[in-house]
């Protein structure tokens, strides 16, 4: 397991990528790890436009990143002072071959996580963690290589309506009618514990899940010299409109 980081959305993608490939030759254990996007960022989908996705000008003018996954899935907005994001890496063989029950084992781990905070959860198929009836976390995931790569988020109290401005969506849909009935639908920790745990707090309860789904001890270690090197090699293409816009 890595240490909480707090980076910006491309060396974060690219540290998701290198430890896939890295674990794929071998050079990688499995690995878990959590960390916060700096600056505020929207991430699309592998085979998304993100022209139909994004509003790009409101993204320039707020200051918020954006970056294409190599998972698929819809367009996220990954708020700084809002949410956790979570990453599993792991050996193909070590996870259901049926993508369902894969989801199933790894969000087993943030039903636990959220269960130690205080709050009743459960999986949903395909990819989503409700509680009280409510998405609380949704993920992605990527098998290549041989290994698997499922990252998702961790709600703890996001800016719903700055989402709405920055995806691209009619505008009766940020209207404070259709912004009501999203928070029919999805939900945060803050709002389900009426208060607002740490970073750390969430962490901590989130490994401790996880240990219990999986049924693994977690061993904490800095991210090695190789992975950081290939992660560091990675993060340009990330941070390329050739990649970003890619059709």
């Known amino acids: ?54 509003e ?32 599993v890496v792991c050996k193909q063989g070590d996870v259901p071959d049926d993508i369902i029950e894969s989801y199933r084992l790894i969000c087993g781990g943030l039903v636990h996580g959220f269960e130690r905070l205080g709050l009743r959860a459960e999986f949903k198929p395909v990819n989503d963690v409700i509680g009280n ?3 609380i976390s949704g993920s992605a995931q ?21 989402m709405f401005e920055l995806l691209r969506v009619s505008p009766e849909k940020i209207s404070d009618k259709f912004i009501a009935s999203i928070y029919e639908r999805v939900t945060s920790l803050k709002r389900e514990l009426d208060k607002k745990p740490s970073f750390d707090e969430v962490a901590a309860a989130m490994r401790a899940g996880f240990e219990q789904a999986l049924e693994v001890t ?21 941070a390329s409109d050739e990649w970003t816009k890619k059709k």
């Open 1 to 54: 397991m890595l240490p909480l980081r707090v980076d910006d959305a491309f060396t974060s993608m690219a540290i998701d990528e290198a430890l896939l490939k890295l674990n794929a030759e071998g050079k990688s254990p499995n690995t878990i790890r959590f960390w916060r996007w700096l600056p505020s960022t929207i991430s699309i989908g592998c085979f998304q436009s993100v022209e139909r996705e994004v």
């Open 56 to 87: 790009l000008e409101v993204a320039k003018r707020y200051g918020v990143d954006v970056v294409r996954r190599i998972t698929g899935g819809g367009a996220v907005f990954h708020d700084h002072g809002g949410e956790l994001t979570y990453s």
């Open 133 to 135: 009836r409510k998405k």
């Open 142 to 162: 990527t098998r290549r290589w041989g290994s698997v790569l499922q990252h998702g988020t961790i709600l703890i109290d996001p800016d719903i309506r700055r």
């Open 218 to 238: 977690l061993v904490e270690g800095n991210p090695t010299a190789e992975e950081m090197k290939l992660a560091t090699k990675l993060k340009p293409k990330y």
